[in-house]
């Protein structure tokens, strides 16, 4: 399978994937290939850039490991207080209870108001899967 950047002739961009050049040449050709946004049937490839791995699997490992460290100190040096974290972040602000250092689960609504309130919070880095 091949990936192509394609436009078409009132300058749309768009993507798509064929078995190989002979058969992005031979749909074209024949009209099969229709723009998306206009159905101009008169599409030819864009400009691509070709990916290439290069060897990155030990620098994705690399920092796999460093993420996985970062993690673990973090867990090992806090409380997990769940779903209440924001209640509790406030609640040290505030000074209701004594100051520690917490992690839970905040949505993104919830990060964004307490950083609104000058509460400071830090996500905690995911770990990669595999292939990202």
């Not at 049937?41 to 993420?67: C, D, Q, S, Y």
């Amino acid at each position: 399978m091949i990936h192509y950047s394609l436009i078409c002739d009132d300058g749309h961009n768009f993507d798509s994937w064929f078995r190989d050049s002979a058969s992005f040449e031979s749909q074209a050709g024949s009209g099969l290939v229709s723009c998306p946004f206009c159905n101009s049937t008169k599409v030819t490839r864009g400009v691509m850039a070709p990916h290439i791995a290069r060897g990155r699997e030990a620098e994705a490992e690399r920092m796999r490991a460093l993420i996985s460290e970062l993690r673990e100190k973090v867990i090992a040096g806090t409380e997990d207080v769940g779903d209440r974290f924001s209640d509790e972040a406030r609640k040290m602000e505030d000074g209701e209870v004594e100051r520690r250092a917490i992690r839970g689960r905040a949505t993104y609504e919830e990060a964004k108001a307490l950083l609104e309130e000058g509460i400071e919070i830090l996500p905690i880095p995911g770990l990669p899967t595999e292939g990202n």
